[in-house]
Structure formats: structure tokens, C-alpha cells
């Protein structure tokens, strides 16, 4: 190489080099952006929650007892109700319905033969007079003999006997007589019209129906005047000083819960959580469809109140609350983010932060819940790992904080 070339080549090195370090600079691998959470000891709590509702304990339905006119009911929703003593509501015997064109040429059928039937038995009473006249007139005269000695003693008897049973004959007619004008005041009863009852009504002996326990009107289900069949429900009286929270759980989160777990009510509308235990899982479930059309087993779950009734007096029959039910708590566990955690192979894995590289590690996991997780093996407290881990981050990648 001549000497020329010589002074080319080292005019022009510098350049190479400075190039090559600007290239290298510029296709280095760049560190990934993650976001980092730390492991930390604290509380952890595992439950299980869904929507629910309140309810007063023992709700009793109010039924109207026979079919009536009911008067219109004056109580209104939160009246106060003793037991025995406050009277709910007030029926009176219905109007009596029209009769068609057939049931009335019965009924007016059957009033003649009521009429007849009487006329019968007024004269079978008078027989039965005339009867008992001749028998009486006919005793006095044997009477007459039987002291002169004419006839015998037992003819004398006989005329008594023959007196008596002339009696009882009148009894009997006079009995049949009255029997024959009640039938026919029934008969005629049956055609009596709507208006005439309607104008007794005022006078009417109204059955009255009374609160059966003391506590508070939830519901006024039958408030205007009217027409009520029997059994037809009037209003809801119950207690709100004991209300109780009922909530429908998958079948699949019902079988972990227990009577007498902790519960937690939150979203009724007051500052803090009330608590509550629950007191009856039911046995019996049911199938709900979603919002989503999806068909669910639910079970449903009673929870009682714990709290003094003064903290959650402003709760009422049928309001929204959200129970929570915790099946298993701790204050002093090893966690991190449950969004740190993916499946590796068979195992749980976790990418940790070491010198701005991420190193996999495989960690043993306890209890869950829907934000953190129970770490028995595989970290320790202090180690940062990478939370939402993309498919960029690898073993040994480079990392930085997002």
C-alpha cells in the first residue's frame, strides 16, 4: 500500500468508526416499558359477592276472610299497627248478582211452588185442628161416662190417647206451616235485585279485620273501595326494626359458603360496610336468566344484621344493598397483584425485576381473590415484579418502568 493510500485510510477511519458507534447505537434492543408492583406482606380477604335486597324477617299478607264490598282503606305505608287492636279494613256482604232469563223462570218457578206448598200446609193444619177439637170434645163426654160408671177405663184411655196424638198433629202441622213460608221466603230472597241490598248497605254488619301482629304497613296492596274475593291480599305488616338481606349466588359460589361466615353490606347507602352473618344457605336452588340471556343456578343466601339497628334505620323493606361474604381473611400475609401472575407450563410464574432484567420465576400461590393473591413460595417481601407482563417481556429481557 502506498503512502498515499495510507493517509486516506487514516483520514477516513475516524468516520467509519463514529458511523459504526451511531449504528450500533441506534439498533440497540431498547429496554421494555412495564409497570412494576412490589411484594408486600398484608391483609388478604377472600369472598364471594352479588347483588341482594332487604327484607323484613316476618312479613305477614293481610287476606280479606270472605268475598265482600271492601270500604276503602284508610292506612297508608309506615302506620303503625297493634296487634289485635287496629283495624285494617272493613267488608260487607256483596250485592247479589243478576239472574239470567232461565235462572230467573226457576227461581220464579219455584216461588209458586213454595206458595203451594204452604197453602198445603195451612190446610193440613186446620185438619189437624179440627182433629184435636173432635178429640178434646170427645174425652170430656168419656170423662162424663167414666164417673157414672158407663164405659170402661180403658175406653177412657183410649180417648185420652186419641187427645194427645190430636195435639201433637197440630204441633207437627203448625211446624210443617212455618217450614213451608221460609222455603218460600228463601225462594223469593233469590230474586232480590242488586239496588235493594245496596240501599241497606248503610245499615250493614261489616266483618272487620284486624292487624294480626303489631308493626309498621309495608304495603297497601287493595286501597279503594270495592269488590274483593275471598283470599284476595289487602296489605303487608311487618317489623322494619327486623329486616334481614337475602342475595342470589351461583350454585358454584354457594357450595363455599357456611352459616355463620362474616358478612360485609356495602353500597346501602351509608358511609361504611354494616355487618352481618349469614344464617341460612337454602337448599333448594332455582334457574335465573341473566341479563345476557344466559340461564344461571342460583341459590339463595339469608344474612342477618349485626349492626344496631340505629346505625341502618333509614334501610327499609325491598332496598338494593350489595352483601359481601367472606369465606376466608388473613392480616398478615405474603402477596402481590393477582394481574402479575400467568401460567407456566403447570405452574404459576412471575417475571421479577433484577438489575433492569426480567427473570422468570416460578411461585407457589395459596388463597385468591379478584385483585391480589396469596404467595407461599417462590418471592419474597420487597421483590418487584412485572404487573400485565406483554408477550415482549422474556427471561433475561431488559426492562424499565412505565
Known amino acids: 500500500m502506498t503512502q498515499a493510500s495510507w493517509r486516506r485510510l487514516w483520514f477516513w477511519l475516524p468516520a467509519f468508526?463514529?458511523?459504526?458507534?451511531?449504528?450500533?447505537?441506534?439498533?440497540?434492543?431498547?429496554?421494555?416499558?412495564?409497570?412494576?408492583?412490589?411484594?408486600?406482606?398484608?391483609?388478604?380477604?377472600?369472598?364471594?359477592?352479588?347483588?341482594?335486597?332487604?327484607?323484613?324477617?316476618?312479613?305477614?299478607?293481610?287476606?280479606?276472610?270472605?268475598?265482600?264490598?271492601?270500604?276503602?282503606?284508610?292506612?297508608?305505608?309506615?302506620?303503625?299497627?297493634?296487634?289485635?287492636?287496629?283495624?285494617?279494613?272493613?267488608?260487607?256482604?256483596?250485592?247479589?248478582?243478576?239472574?239470567?232469563?232461565?235462572?230467573?223462570?226457576?227461581?220464579?218457578?219455584?216461588?209458586?211452588?213454595?206458595?203451594?206448598?204452604?197453602?198445603?200446609?195451612?190446610?193440613?193444619?186446620?185438619?189437624?185442628?179440627?182433629?184435636?177439637?173432635?178429640?178434646?170434645?170427645?174425652?170430656?163426654?168419656?170423662?162424663?161416662?167414666?164417673?157414672?160408671?158407663?164405659?170402661?177405663?180403658?175406653?177412657?184411655?183410649?180417648?185420652?190417647?186419641?187427645?194427645?196424638?190430636?195435639?201433637?198433629?197440630?204441633?207437627?202441622?203448625?211446624a210443617g206451616l212455618r217450614v213451608s213460608e221460609s222455603e218460600l221466603e228463601q225462594a223469593k230472597a233469590r230474586l232480590m235485585a242488586p239496588g235493594k241490598s245496596a240501599d241497606r248497605r248503610a245499615d250493614c254488619d261489616c266483618v272487620v279485620v284486624r292487624s294480626p301482629v303489631s308493626g309498621n304497613v309495608l304495603q297497601v296492596l287493595a286501597e279503594s273501595e270495592g269488590i274483593v274475593a275471598s283470599g284476595t291480599p289487602l296489605l303487608e305488616i311487618g317489623d322494619p326494626g327486623k329486616l334481614e338481606v337475602v342475595t342470589d349466588l351461583l350454585s358454584t359460589e354457594a357450595v363455599k359458603v357456611r352459616t355463620g361466615q362474616r358478612a360485609l353490606i356495602e353500597r346501602w347507602g351509608g358511609d361504611n360496610a354494616l355487618e352481618g352473618v349469614v344464617r341460612r344457605v337454602e337448599p333448594y336452588g332455582f334457574t335465573k336468566v341473566s341479563a345476557l340471556g344466559v340461564e344461571e343456578q342460583r341459590v339463595k343466601v339469608v344474612i342477618d344484621i349485626t349492626e344496631p339497628a340505629a346505625h341502618w334505620r333509614t334501610l327499609g323493606h325491598g332496598y338494593r344493598v350489595e352483601p359481601r361474604i367472606v369465606l376466608w381473611e388473613s392480616r398478615d400475609v405474603l402477596k402481590l397483584p393477582l394481574s402479575a401472575l400467568f401460567r407456566n407450563g403447570a405452574e404459576w410464574a412471575v417475571f421479577v425485576n433484577r438489575d433492569g432484567r426480567a427473570r422468570l420465576q416460578a411461585v407457589t400461590i395459596g388463597h385468591m381473590n379478584g385483585i391480589d393473591a396469596e404467595v407461599l413460595k417462590g418471592v419474597a417481601a420487597g421483590d418487584v415484579v412485572v404487573v400485565h407482563p406483554s408477550d415482549r417481556v422474556s427471561h433475561g429481557a431488559r426492562i424499565e418502568p412505565r
Open 17 to 174: 468508526i463514529a458511523l459504526a458507534g451511531v449504528l450500533a447505537w441506534l439498533f440497540r434492543p431498547q429496554p421494555v416499558a412495564v409497570d412494576l408492583a412490589t411484594v408486600a406482606r398484608g391483609p388478604l380477604q377472600v369472598s364471594v359477592s352479588d347483588d341482594g335486597e332487604t327484607r323484613v324477617r316476618d312479613m305477614f299478607v293481610v287476606s280479606a276472610p270472605l268475598a265482600g264490598h271492601m270500604r276503602r282503606i284508610e292506612l297508608e305505608a309506615g302506620d303503625n299497627v297493634v296487634a289485635g287492636e287496629t283495624i285494617v279494613a272493613r267488608i260487607e256482604p256483596s250485592d247479589p248478582s243478576l239472574l239470567d232469563r232461565r235462572s230467573e223462570a226457576e227461581v220464579r218457578a219455584g216461588i209458586r211452588a213454595s206458595e203451594a206448598a204452604r197453602v198445603h200446609a195451612a190446610a193440613e193444619l186446620r185438619r189437624a185442628q179440627a182433629e184435636r177439637d173432635f178429640a178434646i170434645t170427645e174425652l170430656k163426654r168419656y170423662e162424663g161416662l167414666a164417673a157414672s160408671r158407663t164405659i170402661s177405663q180403658n175406653d177412657l184411655e183410649s180417648a185420652r190417647r186419641r187427645a194427645r196424638t190430636a195435639e201433637a198433629a197440630v204441633d207437627e202441622a203448625v
